[in-house]
C-alpha cells in the first residue's frame, strides 16, 4: 500500500479500487448470470436443432418430404460465414451498452461460458 505523499496527491490502489468496487462486483455478477445463461441456451437450441434434422431425415427416408440439402447450405453459407461474427459482436454490444462495469461484465461473461 503506497502511502500519499503530501505535494503529490497520489490515491492508493485501494483507494481507487474502492471507489469502483461496486459496479466491478454487479458487472461480474450479471456478467457470469448471462455467460451461464447463454450457455444453456444454445444448449436447449443445438438440442432442438439437432431433433429437427432428425424429424426432416426420417421424412426424407420416408419419402413424405425431398430436401434439396445443396441449396440449404447455399442459403445458410453468408449467414454462417459473415453472420457469426456479426452477431457474437452485436451481443457483446448489446450486453454491455451503457454499463460502466463492462470489463468485469465481459470477464465474467466469458467465465461463465466456460462453466459446465
Given at each position: 500500500?503506497?502511502?500519499?505523499?503530501?505535494?503529490?496527491?497520489?490515491?492508493?490502489?485501494?483507494?481507487?479500487?474502492?471507489?469502483?468496487?461496486?459496479?466491478?462486483?454487479?458487472?461480474?455478477?450479471?456478467?457470469?448470470?448471462?455467460?451461464?445463461?447463454?450457455?444453456?441456451?444454445?444448449?436447449?437450441?443445438?438440442l432442438?436443432?439437432?431433433l429437427?434434422?432428425?424429424?426432416?431425415?426420417?421424412l426424407?427416408?420416408q419419402?413424405?418430404?425431398?430436401?434439396?440439402?445443396?441449396?440449404?447450405?447455399?442459403?445458410?453459407?453468408?449467414?454462417?460465414?459473415?453472420?457469426?461474427?456479426?452477431?457474437?459482436?452485436?451481443?457483446?454490444?448489446?450486453?454491455?451498452?451503457?454499463?460502466?462495469?463492462?470489463?468485469?461484465?465481459?470477464?465474467?461473461?466469458?467465465?461463465?461460458?466456460?462453466?459446465?
Amino acid at each position: 500500500m503506497r502511502a500519499s505523499i503530501p505535494g503529490n496527491a497520489v490515491p492508493d490502489f485501494t483507494t481507487l479500487l474502492r471507489d469502483h468496487l461496486p459496479d466491478l462486483s454487479v458487472g461480474a455478477v450479471l456478467g457470469f448470470a448471462c455467460g451461464y445463461a447463454l450457455k444453456k441456451a444454445g444448449r436447449a437450441a443445438l438440442l432442438i436443432l439437432g431433433l429437427l434434422f432428425i424429424a426432416v431425415q426420417l421424412l426424407a427416408a420416408q419419402g413424405f418430404v425431398h430436401v434439396d440439402w445443396t441449396r440449404v447450405q447455399s442459403a445458410f453459407q453468408p449467414l454462417l460465414e459473415e453472420g457469426g461474427r456479426a452477431l457474437g459482436d452485436r451481443v457483446l454490444q448489446v450486453l454491455t451498452t451503457n454499463l460502466p462495469f463492462g470489463a468485469s461484465f465481459t470477464a465474467a461473461l466469458l467465465l461463465g461460458l466456460r462453466t459446465r
